[in-house]
Structures are given as C-alpha cells and as structure tokens.
C-alpha cells in the first residue's frame, strides 16, 4: 500500500496541498501522514537566544512537538473535512531536510508533498531551499508548490 507524506504549512497554499495529497491519497487507497517539523537548529538557536530569566518561558522539545501535532491535527481536520481519508498526524523537531527525507524512508512513504518559499536563485543558493533538497534526494515522487 502507498503512503504518501505531506508536511503541513498553516498557509493558503499549505492547506491547498494538504487537500491535494487528502485527495490523491482517497483516490488510490493510500495512507496519509501529515507531518509537522521543526528544524532543529532553529529550536537551539532560540535556546541560545532566550536569557535565563526566560527559560520557564521556553518550550520542552516534548511540549513543543505535542502543542504541533494538536495544531497540526486541528488543520488537518478542517482542511480534509470533505475528503474520505484517514490521516495519522506527526510531529518532529529534527536536522531539516535530512530528518524529513529519513523520516518518509523509515515510513516507507512513496510521494511526498511540500510548500516552497519563493527565493531568487541567490537566495536559494545561499540558504538553501527545502524543497530542492527534499527532490534532490529524495528516491520517489515530490510535488511542489510554491508560495
């Protein structure tokens, strides 16, 4: 059976692909999985920033993944609403893209789904993009868009 990975984007266009793949995975019989991700550097880059009077302030790697997938849930039952698909919702701060590409291959994910941000090729050459590293390596079908 195919399972498809769609990483969720609380966007216009986030929600639009998340409805895309809702429905390419009702039409084939697939499963869903609806993954929301944190990168990591950017979860220890705000440890290091926040001074020690704010630490109470700041968010446990648990919390943080457990208030995603509580939000991430919340948009994937509004926006699949009217599709017939059963969905498992994930959530997961880890090394961006690398930890979403291992994650779709230890799930045996066959396609995944992803929102690119519009960048000038310099841009992107300097700060990389997500969703060319995500079709450079990964070993099966990607669809973007771009918002």
Do not use: W
């Not at 986030?14 to 990591?40: F, P």
């Not at 009077?53 to 919390?63: G, H, N, P």
């Not at 310099?122 to 997500?130: Q, S």
């Amino acid at each position: 059976m195919d399972r498809l990975l769609v990483l969720a984007r609380e966007t216009d266009v986030g929600e639009k692909m998340l409805r895309t793949a809702g429905r390419h995975a009702a039409g084939i019989g697939a499963e869903l999985i609806v993954l929301a991700a944190v990168d990591e550097n950017d979860y220890r880059s705000t440890l290091q920033r926040s001074s020690d009077s704010r630490v109470d302030e700041i968010e446990s790697v648990d919390d943080l993944e457990s208030r995603m997938r509580e939000e991430t849930t919340e948009l994937a039952d509004r926006v699949l609403r009217d599709v017939d698909v059963e969905y498992d919702v994930v959530s997961e701060i880890a090394s961006l893209p690398d930890g979403i590409i291992s994650f779709a291959e230890e799930n045996d994910c066959t396609h995944i789904y992803v929102v690119s941000q519009k960048r000038s090729p310099t841009g992107k050459a300097i700060f990389g993009d997500l969703a060319q590293s995500i079709l450079l390596n990964f070993d099966g079908p990607v669809t973007v868009h771009t918002e």
